[in-house]
């Protein structure tokens, strides 16, 4: 009997619903289902002809940009020789001002025959990364004679001198570090910070003034704020002279604001090592500052040294950790033992000749003083260093700037003398200003510096006169 009750009550209650309710709920439903059921036979019956018709649509972005036809780069100049004090390019034989053969080690004979020697023993590749089997004894013994030249604890090679800075700095600092860098580092750092992925601050060019104040700001005003910010890494990242600029960095001033805000200071000296000091060990031998007082010495085999590769030297705890966490040294195949055996004649050279360095400087500075008697250029390079950027004494915009310059590079190649203007990538943080690129190296006389300034100082009159009309 309950339940033929609750059968009449659920009757009496669908009575009550208005039969125009009723009706409004079945059309939804039946709308719903023609819908989806239109929609699969569509679907189903149309795809192939959707498909061709998307693909006609579809216009793939090209794989990389335009380029215009006269770009530098699709435009390279031809080397038919040797390269080392003489060069011949696009035909012309030429002083060469152009590679950073500072100490012209490029054309030694004694290097030459320890290459040659070492490719008779070992033949000509390591066959892997330094942590399978790619270790070879003079791999070791190039790595001591760093860390002896330097006088640190430890050294590390690396295969290629891009990716010795690129591979150390992300192997130390790390997302959510505060990275100090100054505005004007070569690429080779900038992509060594990109893969850190830290937080970076850039200050201007050697502007120690400008580094206290963002440390005041990021660092000295945090203190107070949260103990969890005090305890964060921080790190100051410059080079011992700078690759776009040729200025030496203040590295008193520097090391002097690392401890005081405790940062970790790492150096590139790529083009210091070799070139400044008295017997060329660098920027601290330069200052004669401790070189405990660095963090981390970084450079490349490929200038100086004139051979293939890179190096780190510091610590024993600090180069140590390099060897599991450094990407280009674990899985890069290893330096060829012919190049590790020029490093280190290189480095016997540099240990035994000191009078190279004296040599060096003594161009450097006659270079230095010779172009500022040429009005139409300036430049703000150190004397001492061996790397020297000429600026046109007006500053215009930057194409016809670079334009300028590049006639006057080309007018002297046809004059005998090789000098170029830097290539930068479009992928640089900051873009440099157009400039000539001047490499002094210790192979250079008197007779040759006096023709370089009487070749650019010509050169440059006769295309600048000609813009003028």
């Given at each position: 009997m309950s339940s033929k009750f609750v059968f009449l009550e659920s009757m009496d209650i669908l009575s009550t619903i208005p039969q125009y309710h009723t009706i409004l709920v079945a059309f939804t439903v039946l709308w719903i289902?023609?819908?989806?059921?239109?929609?699969?036979?569509?679907?189903?019956?149309?795809?192939?002809?959707?498909?061709?018709?998307?693909?006609?649509?579809?216009?793939?972005?090209?794989?990389?940009?335009?380029v215009q036809k006269d770009h530098p780069f699709l435009n390279p100049k031809k080397v038919t020789s040797r390269i080392g004090k003489r060069i011949n390019v696009n035909g012309h034989d030429c002083l060469n001002l152009g590679t950073h053969n500072y100490l012209g080690l490029t054309e030694n004979a004694d290097i030459e025959k320890k290459a040659v020697d070492s490719i008779q023993k070992y033949g000509v590749g390591s066959c892997g990364p330094r942590g399978f089997y790619g270790t070879v004894d003079v791999h070791l013994e190039l790595e001591e004679r760093l860390a002896q030249f330097m006088q640190m604890e430890e050294?590390?090679?690396?295969?290629?001198?891009?990716?010795t800075i690129a591979s150390a700095i992300p192997a130390y600092c790390k997302r959510n570090d505060l990275v100090f860098v100054d505005e004007q580092v070569n690429f080779s750092i900038q992509k060594g910070l990109d893969a850190a992925r830290s937080n970076i601050k850039y200050f201007k060019h050697n502007d120690v003034k400008d580094l206290e104040n963002l440390l005041e700001t990021y660092v000295g005003?945090?203190?107070?704020?949260?103990?969890?910010?005090?305890?964060?890494?921080?790190?100051?990242?410059?080079?011992?002279?700078?690759?776009?600029?040729?200025?030496?960095?203040?590295?008193?001033?520097?090391?002097?604001?690392?401890?005081?805000?405790?940062?970790?200071i790492f150096v590139d000296e790529s083009i210091s090592i070799g070139t400044v000091g008295a017997t060329g060990r660098g920027v601290t031998e330069h200052f004669n500052v401790p070189r405990h007082e660095i963090d981390m010495?970084?450079?490349?085999?490929?200038?100086?040294?004139?051979?293939?590769?890179?190096?780190?030297?510091?610590?024993?705890?600090?180069?140590?950790h390099q060897r599991l966490?450094?990407?280009?040294?674990?899985?890069?195949?290893?330096?060829?033992?012919?190049?590790?055996?020029?490093?280190?004649?290189?480095?016997?050279?540099?240990?035994?000749?000191p009078e190279l360095f004296s040599a060096l400087k003594n161009n450097c500075m006659k270079f230095d003083e010779g172009i500022k008697n040429i009005n139409l250029f300036e430049c703000t390079s150190d004397s001492e260093s061996p790397v020297k950027h000429l600026y046109l004494?007006?500053?215009?915009?930057?194409?016809?700037?670079?334009?300028?310059?590049?006639?006057?590079?080309?007018?002297?190649?046809?004059?005998?003398?090789?000098?170029?203007?830097?290539?930068?990538?479009?992928?640089?943080?900051?873009r440099p200003r157009p400039s000539l690129r001047v490499c002094i190296s210790a192979a250079l006389d008197t007779n040759d510096i006096n023709f370089a300034l009487t070749t650019l100082k010509s050169c440059a009159t006769q295309i600048l006169s000609y813009s003028v009309q």
């Amino acid at each position: 009997m309950s339940s033929k009750f609750v059968f009449l009550e659920s009757m009496d209650i669908l009575s009550t619903i208005p039969q125009y309710h009723t009706i409004l709920v079945a059309f939804t439903v039946l709308w719903i289902a023609w819908f989806f059921a239109k929609r699969r036979y569509q679907s189903e019956d149309n795809t192939a002809d959707e498909f061709e018709r998307r693909l006609e649509q579809w216009t793939p972005e090209p794989l990389v940009p335009e380029v215009q036809k006269d770009h530098p780069f699709l435009n390279p100049k031809k080397v038919t020789s040797r390269i080392g004090k003489r060069i011949n390019v696009n035909g012309h034989d030429c002083l060469n001002l152009g590679t950073h053969n500072y100490l012209g080690l490029t054309e030694n004979a004694d290097i030459e025959k320890k290459a040659v020697d070492s490719i008779q023993k070992y033949g000509v590749g390591s066959c892997g990364p330094r942590g399978f089997y790619g270790t070879v004894d003079v791999h070791l013994e190039l790595e001591e004679r760093l860390a002896q030249f330097m006088q640190m604890e430890e050294a590390i090679v690396y295969s290629y001198g891009f990716s010795t800075i690129a591979s150390a700095i992300p192997a130390y600092c790390k997302r959510n570090d505060l990275v100090f860098v100054d505005e004007q580092v070569n690429f080779s750092i900038q992509k060594g910070l990109d893969a850190a992925r830290s937080n970076i601050k850039y200050f201007k060019h050697n502007d120690v003034k400008d580094l206290e104040n963002l440390l005041e700001t990021y660092v000295g005003s945090t203190k107070v704020k949260s103990n969890k910010v005090e305890r964060r890494r921080k790190f100051l990242i410059v080079e011992g002279i700078y690759m776009n600029t040729g200025m030496v960095c203040p590295l008193p001033q520097l090391v002097a604001l690392s401890r005081k805000y405790k940062l970790r200071i790492f150096v590139d000296e790529s083009i210091s090592i070799g070139t400044v000091g008295a017997t060329g060990r660098g920027v601290t031998e330069h200052f004669n500052v401790p070189r405990h007082e660095i963090d981390m010495i970084m450079g490349s085999l490929e200038l100086t040294i004139g051979s293939i590769g890179g190096f780190c030297v510091g610590s024993s705890f600090v180069i140590e950790h390099q060897r599991l966490s450094g990407l280009g040294y674990c899985f890069s195949a290893s330096l060829p033992p012919l190049l590790t055996s020029a490093a280190i004649a290189s480095l016997e050279i540099m240990e035994n000749k000191p009078e190279l360095f004296s040599a060096l400087k003594n161009n450097c500075m006659k270079f230095d003083e010779g172009i500022k008697n040429i009005n139409l250029f300036e430049c703000t390079s150190d004397s001492e260093s061996p790397v020297k950027h000429l600026y046109l004494k007006e500053q215009m915009d930057h194409n016809k700037e670079l334009k300028l310059l590049q006639e006057i590079s080309n007018k002297c190649i046809e004059n005998g003398l090789m000098v170029i203007t830097p290539a930068y990538l479009d992928a640089e943080k900051k873009r440099p200003r157009p400039s000539l690129r001047v490499c002094i190296s210790a192979a250079l006389d008197t007779n040759d510096i006096n023709f370089a300034l009487t070749t650019l100082k010509s050169c440059a009159t006769q295309i600048l006169s000609y813009s003028v009309q």
